[in-house]
């Protein structure tokens, strides 16, 4: 297991400048800001939230990630003179050059940030974070809190609908780096998929920076690299327990190898030769960490048979083999043969090591496949997933957006013919209300000068999407979903490591009432505004029709 390193704080947060600086953004935003400087607006008091409209899969609920990544690129966020000369020849040549002044060493001190805890469940239309400050400074944000969360919510509600599939019990290693969108998308995958369930990851860089365990065997071109036991050197190994002798390990080997067929009943001459040398290059250097690919060229006549054979060498020498990985075919049918093969070798060669072998499987696995393999009897006890982990493949974006609300201490919204694009408006406080179990039912949203739900008490609310009829409901108990996380330029509260924001997913999943986190037809959540909120919004829907005679006015 990789241990956070030393200093990781700080790398972290050059990482997040680096990748995320103020000028990875759309130029509309540095447009809007002119146009809002230009009519003196720009220090406006004003609220922008962030949400997202679907829950992502045809599920029943995301998870919230990547407000680590937003709270250290507000903390860093500042804009340079490179920048600013940079804007300079982009903006229209008739930009006055004061804007580009007032742009000069802007930062973040102004805005405050209340969210909802990362690693949280999270539900469709529910604001995760509220951005407040001057109207051009937050206006700038968007894209690039957009940027950070989107992708990280949607990977890591992936991760965690994969650790569904699979059961508590199996491991799954993450190994989508090669396949990911670019080397930001492969680490960021790395970093929220552990976050969202998964316990080990193939990216060394993640492990360094994130401190999330690293694994892996052997990709097949080592195994078809080699073509002759002469290749294998060196060809000696020490014992576990430091004898100074070295044996002669291809020797030893193939003594096991004839054994191993003979109880088998194998056919020697199917044995690939250039596969057992590999497997004994590989673990002469490392006997401690043994576990090669054996589907190279055919599992059960040549793969399952070599592996058998080092691995007795290795155990007659002190070390005790890892296990081995399948890459192609009927996984949970090789599986079970491969295990039927290891107890056999326990019993018949007293190689007590071979009942705790690993078997890793990996081949294109999707949550489908995942799924299967739970209703399929096998042996699996760590799968690797990758294209469809990293790639989202269900479903390429979690489509957040990030909204105006207020601005002023005046409620704005976005009207729209199509109403789930409609917003709604006005700061607002969110609450979760639990049952007498413990599990969530509704999310509220309410005015924030509202007195908050009290548990034992009935409210009136209005469910979002549906007749505008109101429900009432009586919370067991009633939680506040959000928190100021940054305040004056200043991260307000600890920033969470990746196995720390991993616990909080585990710890809100496992709230979850099991009709919501079904993968085929959950259940679907309620999110209801407060009866003050309604009527704010029915209102503001009332007033924009009316809005439309100002040009009879005179």
């Known amino acids: 297991m990789a241990a956070p390193s030393t200093g990781t704080c700080g790398l972290m947060e050059r990482s997040v400048r680096e990748r995320v600086p103020p000028l990875l953004t759309d130029l509309y935003q540095f447009t809007m800001a002119y146009a809002y400087w230009r009519a003196g607006r720009h220090q406006e008091p004003a609220v922008f939230e962030l949400f997202f409209r679907d829950s992502p899969f045809d599920g029943g609920f995301s998870l919230f990630a990547g407000l680590h990544d937003c709270l250290l690129f507000l903390r860093s966020f500042r804009i340079t003179n490179r920048d600013v000369e940079f804007l300079r020849s982009i903006l229209p040549p008739n930009t006055d050059p004061a804007f580009l002044d007032f742009l000069r060493g802007l930062d973040c001190s102004t805005v405050t940030v209340r969210s909802v805890p990362e690693g949280s469940v999270v539900f469709a239309r529910v604001p995760l974070m509220e951005v407040e400050g001057p109207l051009a400074m937050v206006q700038l944000l968007e894209t690039s809190l957009l940027c950070l969360v989107n992708y990280a919510s949607l990977v890591c509600s992936n991760a965690a609908r994969f650790r569904l599939a699979a059961g508590p019990q199996r491991k799954l290693l993450e190994m989508g780096l090669r396949r990911a969108q670019g080397p930001d998308g492969g680490l960021t995958a790395s970093r929220y998929t552990h ?34 036991l002469e290749e294998v050197w060196p060809q000696t190994l020490v014992t576990a327990s430091g004898d100074p002798d070295p044996v002669d390990v291809i020797s030893l080997t193939k003594v096991w190898l004839r054994r191993v067929c003979e109880v088998l009943g194998a056919e020697p001459g199917k044995i690939h030769e250039g596969e057992l040398a590999a497997f004994l290059s590989y673990a002469i250097a490392y006997p401690q960490n043994f576990l090669p690919v054996i589907d190279s060229y055919s599992v059960g006549c040549s793969g399952l048979l070599n592996f058998c054979a080092v691995a007795l060498a290795l155990c007659e020498l002190g070390y005790k083999p890892v296990g081995v990985r399948l890459d192609s075919g009927d996984l949970c049918k090789q599986s079970m043969e491969v295990r039927r093969v290891f107890r056999l070798c326990s019993e018949q060669f007293s190689a007590s090591s071979f009942n705790s072998l690993t078997i890793v499987g990996s081949n294109n696995i999707s949550e489908e496949t995942m799924t299967e393999l739970n209703k399929k009897a096998n042996e699996i006890n760590v799968v690797g997933v990758g294209t469809h982990l990293v790639t989202c493949t269900k479903q390429p974006s979690l489509g957040c957006v990030y909204k105006l609300v207020e601005v002023r201490g005046r409620p704005r919204m976005k009207i729209s013919e ?41 409210l009136t609310c209005y469910p979002l999407g549906g007749d505008n009829s109101a429900v009432s409901v009586t919370p067991a108990q009633v939680t506040c979903l959000r928190r100021e996380v940054f305040l004056k330029g200043q991260v307000t509260e600890p920033l969470c ?44 829907q009332k007033g924009s029709s009316n809005d439309s005679n100002f040009l009879l006015a005179n």
Request: proline letters at 7%; aromatic letters at 6%; one cysteine or more.
């Open 418 to 458: 199509d109403p789930k694009k409609t917003t709604v408006a006005g700061r607002k406080a969110i609450y979760r209300l639990l049952d007498a179990d413990g599990h969530p039912f509704l999310d509220l949203l309410c005015l924030n000068v509202e007195p908050p739900p009290e548990a034992g008490c009935t």
């Open 195 to 228: 976050i969202g369930g998964f316990d080990l990851t193939s990216n060394v860089q993640a492990g360094f920076l994130f401190g999330i365990p690293v694994a892996g065997t052997m990709a097949h071109s080592y195994v078809t690299s080699f073509s002759s």
């Open 497 to 540: 490591s990746a196995a720390e924001t991993r616990a909080k997913v585990q710890s809100s999943l496992q709230t979850l009432h099991p009709r919501h986190k079904m993968l085929q037809e959950p259940d679907s959540y309620t999110v209801a505004l407060s009866k003050k909120l309604h009527n704010l919004v029915t209102e503001l």
